[in-house]
Each structure stands twice: as C-alpha cells, then as structure tokens.
Nanobody
Framework: EVSCRRLGGGLVQAGGSLRLSCAASGRFHTYAMGWFRQAPGKERDFVATISWIGGTTDYTDSVKGRFTISRDNAKNTVYLQMNSLKPEDTAVYYC?????????????????WGQGTQVTVSS
C-alpha cells in the first residue's frame, strides 16, 4: 500500500517551495519509487524516480535543478522537494512504488500508486 502526504500546503506562489512525502508499507526498502503528475486536461507524466537504495535518480527535464527526490528507508518514506515552483508545475502529484529495484520513467513499471495530492502554483 502506498499513501501520499503533502507537507507545507498545496497552494504556493511562483518561486516558492513545497515538499511532498509518500509513505509506503511492505517491502519498501526493496522498491524503486517514483513521482508522477497530472495537470488538468493532460495525461499523467513522469517527474522523478529513485532506486531502492537511493543511489540513482532521474528527473524529467523540466524539473531538473529545481526538484529533488530522496528517500528514508528507515521511515518507509520518499520525498519530493520542489523549489522554484512555476505555474506549469500545477498538477495532482502521485507517488508510486515498483517491486523492481531499478529506476524507471515508465508508469507501467510501477505496481502500487498513492491517491495523489494537489499542488497549485499561482503566478
């Protein structure tokens, strides 16, 4: 089971920061984790991913240098630190867990999904 929790509120002005967290049960420490987002009227897209031990990460180009994915296996939690937010980052953000240990940008690689959390960035 995967659940998402947002830290710091869901509405922020452009240039601001938010931190998302996602708690997972089960064999969390063996899962690769990912964040995806779905903007209004658009398909759900890849944002970031991290390997099971946290040594390997990948990001979609539009968030590189602004977002950071990390994990704390002792807490069964993965984080997405979002800085320098832009209005185009507005979306519902989903975390996902993959039983595979390697990172993936593909939604089909993920087995468990959180319920999503709204992030709104005002201009």
């Amino acid at each position: 089971e995967v659940s998402c929790r947002r830290l710091g509120g869901g509405l922020v002005q452009a240039g601001g920061s938010l931190r998302l967290s996602c708690a997972a049960s089960g064999r969390f420490h063996t899962y690769a984790m990912g964040w995806f987002r779905q903007a209004p009227g658009k398909e759900r897209d890849f944002v970031a991913t991290i390997s099971w031990i946290g040594g390997t990460t990948d990001y979609t180009d539009s968030v590189k240098g602004r977002f950071t994915i990390s994990r704390d296996n002792a807490k069964n939690t993965v984080y997405l630190q979002m800085n320098s937010l832009k209005p185009e980052d507005t979306a519902v953000y989903y975390c996902a867990a993959s039983r595979g240990a390697s990172i993936s940008t593909m939604q089909k690689a993920y087995d468990y999904w959180g319920q999503g959390t709204q992030v709104t960035v005002s201009s």
